[in-house]
């Protein structure tokens, strides 16, 4: 049964620095993986899509890479913002479509 | 593109009550995906339609949960008799094809009292 962690549960870093998320999985038999960031009481919004097949993808200031035979994903945000505060989840889509989520880094950048 | 649409955004209900969700997924999404968010998880996956088949129900609690996708487009959640831990945000994504990512609405927070 796939399994996906989340490292740490909440983050606080001042503003300005580069920080790093990380996503463990336990199946390495993975489709994709896509981050999302959640804003509070709000919907999902989509990041970063990761197929098994890449090794890493960016837009903007993110960097989501993936190391699938390791079981292990990082979001790189670079030079953070206040904006930036939000909680942040990984979903593994497994081969039979399945799309499991982990609980989630809530993130606090400070001014 | 629209995005996801989800109705309505909060609901309080009493336990015991019912309760229904309704979602409106992008133009030509094929997949549409129901998720209950407990405060402080991840989203957890109540049941997955491909059109308007039912491809996973697996963790839908079925004694009281009840989903339909009519005509393959909207769909509608409901809980009927809701209890307390039902309380949660429910979530509706779509998909038009795994490669391209999952697309999820802003979700119903319902709150049971």
């Known amino acids: 049964k796939q399994e996906v962690t989340q490292i740490p549960a909440a983050l606080s870093v001042p503003e300005g620095e580069n920080l790093v998320l990380n996503c463990s999985f336990t199946?390495?038999?993975?489709?994709?993986l896509q981050w999302f960031r959640q804003d509070p009481g709000k919907g999902l919004t989509s990041l970063l899509l990761?197929?098994?097949?890449?090794r890493e993808q960016t837009s903007g200031r993110l960097n989501a890479s993936l190391d699938k035979s390791s079981g292990r994903s990082t979001l790189y945000i670079a030079a953070s913002q206040p904006g930036d505060s939000a909680t942040y989840l990984c979903a593994v889509c497994a081969r039979d479509d399945k799309i499991i989520f982990g609980k989630g880094t809530r993130l606090h950048i400070l001014p | 593109e629209a995005g996801v649409a989800q109705s309505p955004r909060y609901k309080i209900i009493e336990k015991r009550q019912s309760v229904a969700f309704w979602c409106n997924p992008i133009s030509g999404h094929a997949t549409l995906y129901w998720y209950q968010q407990i405060l402080g998880q991840g989203p957890k996956l109540l049941i997955q339609?491909?059109?308007?088949?039912?491809?996973?129900d697996s963790q839908l609690p079925k004694d009281r949960f009840s989903a339909e996708r009519l005509k393959g487009v909207d769909s509608t959640l409901k809980i009927q008799p809701a209890k307390l831990e039902d309380s949660a945000v429910y979530l509706c994504a779509s998909s038009w094809d795994r490669d391209y990512g999952y697309t999820f609405g802003s979700g119903t927070r319902l709150t049971v009292v």
């Open positions: 990761i197929q098994s097949s890449q």
């Open positions: 199946d390495s038999a993975i489709y994709n």
């Open positions: 339609f491909q059109n308007n088949g039912v491809v996973d």
